[in-house]
């Protein structure tokens, strides 16, 4: 028999994930799942459904009704578009919306029948501004309005009551990651236009698959929503209006109450995580760049890269080092191949912005190595921009060859 000398293999660093979801325990969900056995209701507004949406209101300290869940965060919007707006017609065919969003918000519209028309953000705060759509060119041809919430930044309720008010046209906010914002301040982001947001497992709150609409409204218009998700059905098997099926199962309002059990360990978590990235980002001088919660939601954390060259560099550093990253939103909606000839206007500020600004590993329990190599490899990568400005590219290879 040959002996090998063992060399010792250079080991690869394990990658860091961008997102580690991390929802309750088998054991947590267990007692929920129980009485799933002696019910044995498994969807349709079910005991667990029924508890999860009154324990949401609760939480968001809003009357009982305020809250309707859906199968997911888009046909939670898709529900609220057909309870405010109904399919699209010929003379209102466009659903306006943000061209720097997740293709979710488009997916919702043409569900709907629309045809997405998508607008430029504001480059401070990444969302749409109601006040400069209210001279919009196309407004006549527009059925539904759809403000986003940019990473969770929750939307405030006035200027869209104003809009809507002032226009006629129905506004549907796709707040698809403000659970905790709207935990931390619901007055001024919940109101009479819904706000939908989704409990996927990569949002800071998460059933795995979920979400809901929340508006507080009359009886009526909350119960239009749950028709929407039933087939247009309420209190009979007559189809009344355009629907889906978009219920939320008992068995993810399972996941969903034991996950709002422990929504306050959960939320520590992440206040501790963001903590110990700033006290690093800080020592190295880095903090400016970086938006994280409350400003953003706790499931992101963003490094707000000053060009779009400097961002492709970063990303390419960071997967060198086995660090995941990602342009949540992609370049803008118009840039994904299925809406790349939607009507749009001219998106200066989604062209200059998307680009820039990078999602970098997040999780509840990131460890500090993590974070440390995270930063350090931040770090490194602005020191080789900075000292290469002229022969960016050929110095970069150089130094990703090392
Ligand atoms: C996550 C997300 C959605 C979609 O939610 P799902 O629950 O995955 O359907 C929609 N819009 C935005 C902005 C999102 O971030």
Redesign the pocket.
């Known amino acids: 028999m040959i002996s090998v000398t063992a060399q010792p293999m250079q080991e690869a660093p394990e990658v860091i994930p961008v997102m580690r979801p991390k929802l309750p325990s088998a054991d947590h969900v267990l007692p929920y799942l129980r009485r799933l056995d002696s019910s044995r209701i498994y969807s349709n507004w079910g005991p667990l459904v029924t508890e999860f949406e009154h324990r949401l209101c609760e939480h968001f300290v809003l009357p009982a009704g305020s809250v309707v869940t859906a199968n997911?965060?888009?046909?939670a919007?898709v529900s609220a578009i057909l309870a405010t707006a109904g399919r699209a017609t010929l003379e209102r065919r466009y659903a306006l919306m943000p061209a720097y969003?997740?293709v979710?918000?488009a997916a919702a519209a043409e569900q709907c029948g629309y045809e997405p028309y998508l607008v430029d953000v504001d480059a401070e705060s990444w969302a749409l501004n109601a006040q400069t759509l209210l001279g919009h060119s196309a407004l006549e041809r527009v059925g539904v309005v759809i403000p986003?919430?940019p990473y969770g930044r929750p939307v405030p309720q006035a200027p869209w009551q104003a809009f809507r008010a002032q226009t006629g046209i129905p506004v549907v906010i796709?707040g698809?990651?403000c659970f905790d914002g709207i935990t931390a301040w619901p007055e001024p982001f919940v109101g009479r236009i819904p706000v939908a947001m989704?409990?996927?497992a990569?949002?800071a709150f998460g059933s795995g698959?979920?979400?809901c609409v929340v508006s507080v409204d009359e009886p009526s218009q909350q119960k239009a929503f749950a028709r929407a998700l039933n087939f247009g059905f309420y209190g009979d098997r007559v189809s009344r209006s355009a629907g889906t099926n978009g219920k939320m199962s008992e068995y993810h309002a399972a996941v969903g109450l034991a996950e709002l059990s422990g929504w306050k360990d959960k939320q520590a978590l992440y206040v501790d995580v963001i903590e110990r990235y700033r006290r690093k980002l800080g020592a190295a001088g880095l903090l400016r760049s970086f938006r994280s919660a409350p400003n953003v939601s706790a499931c992101y954390a963003l490094y707000v890269c000053s060009s779009a060259s400097e961002s492709a560099r970063m990303q390419a550093f960071l997967d060198q080092r086995g660090i995941d990253s990602r342009l949540w939103y992609g370049n803008g909606l118009h840039h994904h191949v299925s809406l790349k000839d939607a009507p749009r206007d001219d998106l200066q500020v989604t062209e200059e912005l998307a680009p820039r600004i990078v999602g970098i590993p997040m999780a509840a329990d990131l460890p500090d190595s993590a974070i440390a190599r995270v930063v350090s490899a931040l770090v490194e990568c602005l020191a080789v921009g900075r000292s290469t400005s002229s022969t960016e590219d050929v110095t970069y290879s150089a130094a990703a060859q090392r």
């Open positions: 997911s965060g888009t046909t919007l969003t997740f979710a918000t986003v919430a796709d698809a990651a989704s409990f996927h990569t949002k698959e979920g979400g």
